[in-house]
Each structure stands twice: as C-alpha cells, then as structure tokens.
C-alpha cells in the first residue's frame, strides 16, 4: 500500500452524436493517442495533495482547501479532489493522498482531458487501496468530477477513454466497442480556441427549451446518423464516413454550438479534398476532425497544416491501462 501506482488514459473524439447524446441519442466516440498521466502515492496525514504539470498544485484538509500554488488553482482542480475524496470515503480511508497528474490532452478543445484525467486517478487511486475493479466502476467515478466541468454529463467523455477504441454509447446502456476491419485514419484540426462544455451544454438546452419540436425532429436525425456511422465504419465506406460527419456538423450549427473558426475549419477541409468534416465534442471552439480517402490523407494534411495545428490519428487507440514508470513533476 505504500508504493505509488501510476496510471494513463486517453483523451477522446466524438464522431458523431455530440449534445444529443445528453438526451439519449445513440453517439460514437473513439480513443485518441494523447493519454493523460496520473500517479498516486499514501500520505501519512489527512491532506489530498493534487498537482498537475500543467495547472499547478493544491492541497485539501478535511474537505477544506488550505493551500494553492497560484490563486484559482484550487478552482481548476476541485474536480479531481472531489472524485479523490469520493472514492477514499467510500473505502473508509481516512489518511489522504498525494496525486500527480501530466497530461498531453490539451484542455478545454473538445478532446476529453478532464475525463482521462478523472479516469486515470481513478484507476490508479484504486489500484492503490488493492481494491478490485471493473472498467464501468472507473467511468462511474469519474462522472463524480465530469459533474463538475460538463454540467449534464451523458457519461460518453469516461466510457471512451476507459474502453477505449471506438464505442457506440447511448446514456443507460453498456457501450459497445465497434471493431473496424482495418485502422481509421482522422484528420484532428484544433481551431486553438478554448471553450467551456458546461456552457455549451446549457446553450443547448435553451436552444431546446425553446424550440421542442425541431429538437426532437433533429434527435431523430442524428440518431439515423449514428447508425450510418456505425455502418460505414464496420464496412470501411470512407466516402460516406466524411459525409455523414458533414451532415451532422450541420445540425450542430443548427443548435448554435458551432462557430466561425469551427465552419472555416470544416470548409477548409472540405476544399482541400476531405470527403467531410465536422467539429467535435462540446463546440463554442475547440477541435474539428475529418476523413478524407488514404490516398489524399497526407495532401490534405500538408495544406491544413500551413494554417492549424494538426494531427493524423489511427484509431483504435488503447483506452485506461497501468504504466509501470511514474510520472515526475
Ligand atoms: O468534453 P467535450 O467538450 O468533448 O464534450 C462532451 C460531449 C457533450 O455531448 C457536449 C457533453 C456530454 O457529456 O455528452
């Protein structure tokens, strides 16, 4: 019980379903190659000590936050020490922690960092206590600290960078892993701008609140739009892939979680010879991904590449596992 565990977990690509997902529509989700790091270690008094590499650190007594690197840090991790303290309660652990947390998931761009890292803790802070675990209890705790950042969460951010690959998820129902006959390659574009999801989940729900019937209308589209999804990627139909990312890209601008940045990104795409594009996850900013022929992957790449930061990315990717090295701040 006294050696520091340390674990990782991948952030995350909505395909398709991002929003409507909240409400019950069927979504895909899938594993990306930047992990979030986490490492774990006992203490011998009370305090739960959570640093980041990125964020910087801060330190809780009995619930009570009693120091901070920097004003606000306490803020941006409370999260995490939620979740923390959660699960040490729930164990009857009364000495506290120190949790070490590096992450390659840039924050706030729609690619789940805050999910890998609730989820990375998560495994590493119970594999530390010895208790035996199954993914969905990693997914559940994590919805502890997704509460804090989404608002509403659907729960999808947790259950892909647990599974891992690319999951099918509808809120209530176990996600299933979809197993692609050969590697997906995406295009992830990042416009740079941040945003929050919590406010662009509470965006759409005026946006339902005020317009019930064309919501329901559009839940009903994006639900036929997953199972094409689904369906192109079993049957490797790149072209309709694309499309279908296009299609629902629409209907995110509909609900009004897209933007000027996001839309040039997605026409960009669409010029330089992908098959389609969309923005993806919470939107307001953040990231785009799109697909486009393997033939043209690099071409295309090479073009966006003159005005965004992008990367190619196979899917699937491995979700939550145990790393043997920890990770130094
Ligand atoms: O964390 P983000 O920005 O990728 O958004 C998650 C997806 C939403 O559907 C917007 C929210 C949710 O919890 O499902």
Known sequence: MDRPVTWSAPGKVIICGEHFVVYGVTAIAAALDKRAYCT???????????????????EWRDGEL???????????????????????????RRKGVNVVIDSQIPRALGLGSSASIA???????????????EPDDLAQHALIAESEVHYRPSGIDPAVTTLGGIIRFKRGVKPVRLEPPAPLELLVIETG?????????????????????????????????????????????????????????NVLRIIGVSTPELDDVVDASISSGAYGAKLTGGGGGGTVIAVASSQNLKRIYEVLQRSYSVRRVRLPQEGVRRESSPVIV
Do not use: C
């Open 40 to 58: 774990v270690s006992p203490r011998d008094d009370s305090v739960i000590r959570i640093s980041s590499k990125q964020v910087g650190a801060a």
């Open 66 to 92: 009693v120091k901070e690197s920097s004003k606000g840090v306490g803020n941006r991790l409370n999260a995490y020490h939620k979740m923390v303290s959660a699960i040490l309660a729930s164990h009857d």
């Open 119 to 133: 989820v990375a803790t998560a495994g590493a802070l119970l594999d530390l206590l010895n208790v035996s675990f």
């Open 193 to 249: 701008k941040t945003k929050r999801t919590s406010e662009m989940v509470r965006k759409v729900a005026q946006f339902r609140e005020l317009h019930i019937g064309i919501f329901d209308k559009l839940m009903e589209l994006v639900d036929v739009v997953s199972q094409e999804v689904e369906l192109a990627i079993l049957n490797n139909r790149l072209e309709r892939l694309g499309s279908l990312l296009t299609v629902n890209h």
